[in-house]
């Protein structure tokens, strides 16, 4: 099956926060408002950005920057949520296959079967996964974008576009076959070098070995607050790549180790009675 | 009192022995549903979690009690864990043919603690406080923490299960099922063990308290 993706063209992008709000509506996250009740204090942070970060109940947010060159002030807008990527650091992970590979590549999540434990928070080089955990029992839950395939909920497999792309009134966002959006994506860039834009970048091509969400970018990743170099974290690599499976050969020698002692010093016990 | 008996363990030693026991086994499987991907499933909720650290309360507290009761002991016993000479290396040297053929000769005379009880117990202690430290950062530190520190921790507490948990199957099967180790089990239930027994098994801990008995 091919590779669905999402393409965002920052280029294009108004900022409306329309997808902020069809993200919300779609997966029925209720409007996150700073309340006394959950802690998060109403203040003026001087940016049009709302609310002020991802949460469980914020998928997807709109980030501004504001980006002065030779004197140039440019107001620059990143989409801030799950990129899907191949190599996810989260789907390697999760100890309960909550997180997964999806057929269509991007990273899909099974809320029911999250245990809770947090590894995909700091396995993300995205810092996009959010839970809201408590401090004292541990009992949790994560929450990300699902590329509009929660159960019940699923866009995808009804033949609809994820509803963030389907509300985009610039088609700043656009929804198709991986390989389609590559070649748009990179045509795009041309366009942007041909007009002056040297550092116009597709980010996603091969980040994380290629991610579903793609940026067209006039600038370098850094100036739109993406990490130029993603990659999984090296301590989870010794986790997940090294210690786990040594795990597994200790823990298998030490049985079948002590099984065969048990048959040879059986029979020796026996000899020594006689 | 039984003459063909003395007294290995007594019953403080016991009771934390067992309470830890209980303690270090939840710990075990409410942390090896994470391991193991097939049992995922059964740490769904969290509940896992809530008895991994109401255990992990019992398994920190617990040692910490015994230190306020008997510090002096405690300390012996810690510094046992510690010493090591050429004789451990005769043990480890010899014990294959031992615990395979029951072929005792080559065997060092023991202390109260023979070299592979002494290994245990070094592990127990190291490891216990690896699991302590890293534990505890993880539950309270998780916000204040960077993501690097809290997967090195992750990384840590890991490295601490595979270590112990493979030891804590050796430890069972040699109290519980190795044909040869009579009276291990005894040793920590009703905390006597005989006279035969302690001769042959732990000479050296044997000769000092026959010689503390008779002055």
Partial sequence: MAEKAILYDATRCTACRGCQVACKQWNENDEYIPTVENGVPAKNTGSYENPPDLSPSTWLKMEFREVETDGNLRWLFTRRACMHCTDAGCVKVCPSGALYHDALGFVGYNKDLCTGCGYCIEACPFDVPRYTSNVLTGIARMDKCTFCTTAGLNRIVEGYEPACVKTCPPDALIYGDRDELLAIGRQRVEVLKAKGKSNAYLYGEREMGGLHVMYVLDDSPAVYGLPAAPEVPAATVAWQDVIQPLGWVVGGATIVGLGVNYIVARANAHKEEK | ?215
Avoid: C
């Fill in chain 2, 1 to 215: 009192m039984n003459q063909d008996k003395v007294e290995k363990y007594r019953a403080p030693i016991r009771i934390l022995h067992w309470v830890h026991t209980v303690a270090f086994v939840t710990l075990f499987f409410t942390g090896l549903v994470l391991f193991v991907p097939q049992l995922g499933f059964l740490a769904q909720d969290s509940w896992t979690r809530v008895i991994h650290r109401i255990a992990a309360v019992v398994f920190i507290i617990a040692p910490l009690i015994y230190l306020t009761l008997d510090f002096k002991g405690a300390v012996r016993g810690v510094k046992m864990a510690f010493t090591w000479s050429g004789e451990d290396l005769g043990w480890l040297k010899a014990a294959p043919g031992y615990y395979f053929f029951g072929n005792e000769k080559g065997m060092p005379p023991q202390g109260s603690l023979n070299t592979g009880q002494k290994l245990w117990w070094f592990i127990v202690i190291v490891f216990g406080v690896v699991f302590a430290i890293t534990g505890l950062l993880l539950w309270f530190g998780r916000a204040a923490l960077s993501a690097q520190a809290v997967l090195w921790l992750i990384f840590w507490h890991d490295v601490a299960f595979i270590v112990s948990g493979a030891m804590l199957l050796l430890h069972v099967y040699l109290g519980v099922l190795h044909p040869m180790m009579t009276e291990s089990w005894s040793a920590m239930a009703s905390g006597k063990i005989s006279r035969e027994y302690a001769r042959t098994h732990h000479g050296k801990w044997y000769a000092e308290i026959s010689k503390s008995r008779e002055s």
